[in-house]
């Protein structure tokens, strides 16, 4: 038995179901994720959800610095304890949903790391946080149940395929590092895991004028599945056909085109098509700016509600 298990043993913790916890606590697995990741000590971690210090040892040992966010403030002793041998971590305990995520990592070298094994009732807005341009994030390695991780790799015209793998691969590169069965946790999730690991592009995926309009017609094109892209255009942007039609023909797209098949170069040129159309004032790409059903007006993103 681990070190770590055993004091989480000797302290009696209740493991608390709905902040999601379920730790891991094998040795070689924990290793590996930190290779994964290709610290080193040149580089600075942001820890999401130390829980009981399992991860956070060995990325002490791997990296310069180690920032680590705890959300259950009965841990923090436990980490304390468990962390005392190493002069390189500072532990602080609080949401990582309510802080300003620039602000706690000003101090942090940058490009700096981030490494999670998360609660999955989080993960698709905690990774929609991290993936913000404002942060300087060179690398993310984040624990995610097998379905998100099949989503964030999968390719257009896969049933993966949607806003969150699009926003994923703007910026950043994802592989999938390593799958880790259910009953390497405890307690035991329901569902299997992957740590997946995304590093930074030097340069956007795909080149779009408006990045903002890019990520609307994204979400445009997921809102409602099945449907064709013109279909989706009409109801996002509440336009009429005839106008949502020149705007696919102008960015080369057949008007049977489905969204869920378009690849990341489609949708920029068709992005592209409505920014300037915006911008010269000939059409309003912009009307389903707000309110109503047309969900393509955020950045579409769904919701993991899967429990762990």
Not at 110 to 132: C, D, E, G, M
Request: aromatic share 6%; glycine share 8%.
């Amino acid at each position: 038995m681990s070190k770590t298990k055993s004091r989480i043993r000797e302290s009696n913790l209740r493991y608390r179901h709905s902040l999601g916890q379920h730790f891991l606590y094998d040795e070689e697995i924990l290793e590996a994720l930190v290779r994964e990741t290709g610290v080193t000590k040149a580089d600075d971690v942001l820890e999401i959800g130390p829980g009981c210090g399992s991860l956070t040892g060995p990325l002490c040992r791997a990296a310069g610095r180690v920032l680590a966010v705890e959300l259950d403030e009965r841990l923090i002793p436990l980490l304390r304890g468990f962390l005392a041998d190493y002069d390189n971590v500072t532990l602080l305990q609080g949401d990582i949903m309510s802080l300003d995520p620039v602000k706690l990592t000003e101090d942090l070298r940058k490009p700096f790391t981030v490494a999670a094994n998360i609660p999955y009732y989080i993960t698709t807005p905690l990774i929609q946080r991290l993936l913000s341009p404002a942060l300087a994030v060179g690398t993310l390695g984040l624990m995610v149940q097998k379905e998100v991780a099949e989503k964030i790799l999968s390719s257009p015209g896969e049933e993966g395929w949607g806003p969150l793998a699009v926003r994923c691969r703007y910026r950043f590169k994802p592989r999938m590092a390593l799958a880790v069965p259910a009953e390497r946790f405890t307690p035991p999730p329901k569902v299997d895991s992957a740590f997946v690991v995304m590093k930074r592009r030097a340069e956007a995926a795909v080149s779009v004028r408006d990045e903002r309009m890019f990520f609307k017609v994204v979400g445009a094109a997921f809102a409602l599945r099945r449907k064709t892209m013109l279909n989706n255009l009409c109801a996002t942007f509440r336009t009429e056909r005839g106008e949502a039609l020149s705007w696919l023909e102008q960015a080369g797209l057949d008007e049977k085109t489905r969204g869920e098949r378009m690849s990341m170069a489609e949708l920029a040129a068709l992005a592209d098509v409505m920014a300037d159309v915006m911008a010269d004032g000939s059409g309003s790409p912009d009307r389903g700016a707000s309110g109503g059903p047309d969900r393509g007006a955020s950045d579409g993103l769904e919701e993991d509600r899967t429990e762990r």
